[in-house]
């Protein structure tokens, strides 16, 4: 760990590039004076990366804030994101997964759910081709679809804000893996009361 600096800032959140525009909106809408630092959301495809990425962010930042909000779930790291966080003392908010911060009051029904959904958000609407496609190599070799999705039986749109065009991208997406689409609209209450509990908790 690098060595301490005297803290200037009093919040930073370190936010996985799915929820960014979110989590903007709502350090917003809060009043609070946070900087935002992103770590890209494709690490979602290598959980791995995920803990790398976030250990250099926070190491980064050691020192420089008085309070530091990892903006993730577990996502895939079995425990080890935690670990790095407590050697670095900054928190997250509650929960296994993003999808599970998003869902809010659905989260009970949601575990019912894993592992045989698929889910999309806003975020993996707009970049399905950059994020899924280009990430698992499908945009090269289509015919590893199957393998990629094999299990899945059904595709669940966690919808934080209904649009016409993202609704008919994500039947489209639906069609593409064969699965039969659900749309939850969960909007951002969910994800915002597990933020708020993340900054409060932090101080």
Not at 2 to 22: D, F, H, I, N, Q
Not at 41 to 59: F, G, M, N, S
Not at 71 to 77: A, E, F, I, L, P
Not at 92 to 110: F, I, Q, S, V
Request: hydrophobic share 40%; proline share 5%; net charge negative.
């Amino acid at each position: 760990m690098s060595p301490k600096r005297p803290a200037t800032r009093p919040l930073a959140m370190v936010v996985c590039g799915a929820l960014a525009r979110e989590v903007h909106e709502i350090a917003e809408r809060r009043g609070w004076q946070v900087d935002i630092h992103g770590v890209p959301a494709e690490h979602h495809l290598y959980p791995d990366r995920i803990v790398q990425a976030v250990d250099e962010k926070l190491t980064d930042l050691d020192g420089a804030y008085e309070k530091v909000v990892v903006v993730y779930g577990d996502c895939g790291t079995a425990g080890a994101l935690d670990r790095i966080l407590e050697r670095h003392r900054a928190v997250r908010p509650t929960g296994p997964h993003c999808y599970a911060m998003l869902a809010g009051c659905n989260t009970d029904r949601l575990s019912e759910q894993i592992p045989e959904t698929y889910f999309l958000t806003d975020y993996l609407v707009r970049c399905w081709e950059a994020t899924v496609l280009e990430g698992l190599g499908l945009d090269k070799r289509p015919e590893l679809k199957e393998m990629c999705f094999e299990g899945f039986k059904r595709l669940i749109y966690l919808r934080q804000t209904p649009a016409a065009d993202l609704e008919e991208k994500a039947f489209e997406i639906a069609g593409f893996l064969e699965l039969p689409l659900e749309i939850w609209d969960v909007g951002l209450a969910g994800l915002e009361a597990r933020l708020a509990e993340a900054v409060e908790k932090s101080a």
